[in-house]
């Protein structure tokens, strides 16, 4: 199956995290935070304004990205676990 987000929003596969910390302890999956970074898969158009006119993305497939640990709907796609949100939800482009 594949996903096309429409209007202003993108697909996001979040990056792991490091599961040790520095002093060699490792950390067990359920009690890890998820992590609030991810490449951007695939991103919709853009935002359609009032007058009609469509505003481009400003983050493009490929992008790392920050976002909130509560942002985006999480789908699981082929397996894996993938987030769609709005643009507006991504914090920065990590460069």
Same mark, same amino acid.
């Given at each position: 199956m594949k996903l096309r987000p429409l209007h202003d929003r993108v697909i996001v596969k979040r990056l792991d995290t490091e599961r040790k910390t520095s002093s060699g302890i490792v950390i067990p999956d359920n009690a890890a935070e998820k992590p609030d970074q991810g490449e951007i898969l695939a991103v919709g158009h853009?935002?359609?304004?009032? $007058?009609? #006119? @469509?505003?481009?993305?400003? +983050? /493009? =497939?490929? $992008? /790392? @990205?920050?976002?909130? /640990?509560? #942002?985006?709907? =999480? @789908? /699981? +796609?082929?397996?894996?676990?993938?987030? +769609? &949100?709005?643009?507006?939800?991504? &914090?920065? @482009? +990590?460069e």
């Open positions: 853009g935002k359609i304004q009032e $007058d009609g #006119s @469509v505003r481009p993305m400003a +983050v /493009k =497939t490929g $992008d /790392k @990205v920050l976002f909130g /640990k509560y #942002s985006g709907q =999480t @789908v /699981k +796609v082929d397996g894996e676990e993938l987030l +769609v &949100m709005r643009e507006e939800d991504i &914090m920065a @482009v +990590v």
